[in-house]
């Protein structure tokens, strides 16, 4: 199976996507955790996402694309079950992945659209911390790690992401308004989007999502 997770920055796509894959075991793939490594790590591509993540701005597609035809390609990864985080994020990426899968005579089954609201948006992201390590994703008031400032996982150092500030959020939710939200509609048309409250808390969308996709 293969599912694509839409919604706004901050609806909660990372966290239900590692909710998924322990329940489901799942592949999560996450185009900004696999940038943010990239950046991290100072390659090519890297420098040049650093740019665009930093200001708020979608990384060019033909980049992105070719990162994902490379990762489902390259490490034999298509015939498994998939979560794609974040990607597609425009319509030439939607169109991109359909075309990637029908090749190997795969689709996507359906895209969950986490809806959210403004309000619920700028508390998420200004509130949430991240472990520098492996990645758990924590927020300060509503998932609080057990010991301030250390994830509880793998006693990681959690850091703020420098896009999480309210300048770059802004500009965050206005691409996704202009470039992402349009394609829920090529979903919708092909009958696979599913909406979900991402106002609730984590677990009632866990339920939500698990409920689509065990139906
Ligand atoms: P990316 O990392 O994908 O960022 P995003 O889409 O802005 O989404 P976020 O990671 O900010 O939010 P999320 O929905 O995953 O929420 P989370 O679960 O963390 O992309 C970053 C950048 O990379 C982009 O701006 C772009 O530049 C570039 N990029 C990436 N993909 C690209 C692509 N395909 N094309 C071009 N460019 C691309 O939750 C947020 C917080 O809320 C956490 O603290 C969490 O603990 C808390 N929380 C989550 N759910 C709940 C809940 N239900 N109840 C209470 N708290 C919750």
């Known amino acids: 199976m293969k599912i694509v997770l839409l919604g706004p920055p901050g609806a909660g796509k990372g966290t239900l996507a590692g909710s998924l894959k322990d329940k489901l075991n799942f592949i ?3 185009t900004g955790d696999i940038l943010r490594e990239e950046m991290k790590n100072n ?6 996402a650093k740019s665009y993540i930093e200001k708020g701005e979608l990384v060019p597609d033909e980049l992105v694309t070719r990162l994902i035809e490379n990762k489902l390609l390259s490490n034999g990864l298509i015939g498994k079950d998939i979560m794609f985080d974040g990607f597609p994020r425009t319509q030439n990426q939607a169109e991109d992945l359909d075309r990637i899968l029908s090749e190997k005579n795969m689709c996507v089954d359906y895209a969950l659209y986490l809806k959210a609201s403004l309000s619920v948006i700028i508390k998420r992201l200004t509130g949430r911390r991240v472990c520098r ?22 006693s990681g150092e959690l850091y703020q992401r420098a896009d999480d500030n309210e300048e770059t959020i802004k500009n965050r939710m206005d691409v996704y308004n202009q470039s ?34 065990n139906g």
Not at 133 to 154: R, T
Request: aromatic share 4%; charged share 25%; hydrophobic share 40%.
């Open 28 to 30: 999560h793939i996450s």
């Open 43 to 48: 390659t090519h591509l890297g420098q040049e």
């Open 133 to 154: 390590n492996c990645g758990a994703l924590y927020h300060i008031i509503n998932m609080p790690p057990k010991k301030d400032g250390i994830c509880d996982k793998c």
């Open 180 to 213: 992402t939200a349009p394609i829920l509609e090529f979903y919708e048309k092909q009958n696979k989007l599913k909406v979900l409250n991402a106002d609730e808390g984590a677990a009632e969308v866990l339920k939500a999502a698990l409920g689509i996709l």
